[in-house]
């Protein structure tokens, strides 16, 4: 008989939990999310952080190294691959007309631009290229981004901490639910992105 056999996501989340792999594998998740998958990583932290709210903070810090990492790799590739494989990026990551409107609203709005795309659960893809491809100094575009982000995943645990049993029974109530519609997202995307 198989070693892992969940009949819940309680039960998922807690081998997950107790894994010396499961805060690197956040840190993985993070970073991904930031760089290529578009659904959000609250599917994971927010169900976590619930049933374990002793690590809401830690999970929340990880969460965003994670994403800062990526951030800069993101910028990076806006700085030295913008003119070579322009296109390309732009494609993979958006469209032209919303990497053009976020260089224009970088120039415009600067830090509060990026501060407030990481705050919105949107991908944050273009506007790392945007940052990277317009020349926006490096500190300031990760310090908007962690700004952004932080209140993101740090707002999250502070909900997990003030809302508590109340958000728990809540997600129980729905975890089967969130479980399927994740699942769905991240098929249709895997089947959008073959098919484009």
């Known amino acids: 008989m198989s070693r892992f056999h969940p009949t819940s996501a309680r039960e998922w989340l807690d081998r997950l939990d107790r894994s010396r792999h499961a805060l690197p594998l956040l840190f993985v998740a993070s970073m991904l999310e930031t760089l290529l998958i578009p659904i959000p990583i609250e599917v994971i932290l927010i169900p976590w952080m619930l049933c374990h709210p002793h ?3 830690t999970i929340a810090g990880v969460a965003l190294a ?3 990492t990526a951030a800069s790799l993101g910028y990076a590739l806006g700085v030295f691959a913008m003119d070579q ?3 390309h990026l732009v494609g993979l990551f958006g469209s032209q007309e919303a990497f053009d409107s976020f260089r224009d609203r ?3 709005e600067g830090f509060m631009a990026v501060a407030t795309i990481g705050i919105v659960p949107i991908p944050f893809q273009i506007a790392m290229l945007a940052a990277g491809a317009s020349g926006y100094p490096f500190p300031l575009f990760l310090l908007a981004a962690m700004l952004g982000r932080g209140i993101r995943y740090f707002g999250l645990a502070t909900l997990v901490a003030l809302a508590g049993d ?3 029974r809540l997600w129980q109530r729905h975890a089967r639910t969130v479980g399927v519609v994740g699942v769905m997202l991240c098929v249709i ?3 959008y992105e073959m098919m484009a």
Do not use: E, F, I, T
Request: proline share 0%; net charge positive.
């Open 106 to 108: 970088l120039q415009s």
């Open 189 to 191: 995307w895997v089947w």
């Open 66 to 68: 994670g994403n800062l």
């Open 166 to 168: 109340a958000a728990m």
């Open 85 to 87: 494989w322009g296109q």
């Open 55 to 57: 690590r809401k903070w």
